[in-house]
């Protein structure tokens, strides 16, 4: 059986694993979630969810051990003081290579959501693309909100559907999303914490790529 996820990290406060594709958040039809098996992997009675990924997303996931860390975690998401980077690919060139993404996300009678142009309450990412061979392109994302299908939602909105989303992107059927939770950075306790692996994808441009990123902290990032 493939390995649904590993250890980056494990302290008597948190855990942070590392998701492979195509696992459920939650155990769903008897089919053990990615929480239950990371509980019964380190014999946890207890494991807190602070955030989530789709099925689709495979990275980096943060649990808290205790309620105390996981209100903790709470304070840190909802004051936007933990910084989270996300990788992607796409097929498509998009309508503008590096920007804002803004807007109000409303649910459609399929399940699937739609960036609006309103602002009452909106899903906020900023992005920049690369190119990594012909028709392939890479997507670093940042996102400042946590909304349901924000990211697939985003570059969708851009013209720029992510490879192998099947909700968001029907014609391109594949067994596996490109979409991975990268980087994520917190301060908890007064003390500061960074996690960051790579996705496991073997497609052209993929090394150079990531090089590119190495110096992604000194782009200029678009102003929200």
Known sequence: MPCKFSIID????????NKAPNVNFHTIDGKLG???LVKQTLNLSQLYPVHRLDRMTSGLILFAKTKTVA????VLFETRQIE????ALSDKKPKRKQGLIKGDM???????YLLLKSHLNPAITQFFSYS????????????H?????????????IGAPILGDS????????????LHAWRLSFVLGNRHFSFVVDPNWTVDGMSDFIKKLSEFQTLNWPKI
């Not at 209100?71 to 709470?74: D, H, P, S, V, Y």
């Not at 909100?145 to 909105?157: E, W």
């Open 145 to 157: 909100t946590g909304k349901t299908h924000q990211l697939r939602v985003a570059l969708k909105s």
């Open 84 to 87: 989270k980077y996300y990788l």
């Open 34 to 36: 990615i929480v239950e």
């Open 71 to 74: 209100a903790q975690f709470g």
């Open 106 to 112: 409303k649910k459609g009678r399929n399940g699937s």
């Open 167 to 178: 909700r968001y992107y029907p014609s391109n059927q594949l067994d596996v999303g490109f």
């Open 132 to 143: 990594l061979a012909p028709s392939l392109r890479g997507y670093l994302l940042k996102p």
């Open 10 to 17: 494990n302290n008597p406060q948190f855990v942070v694993i």
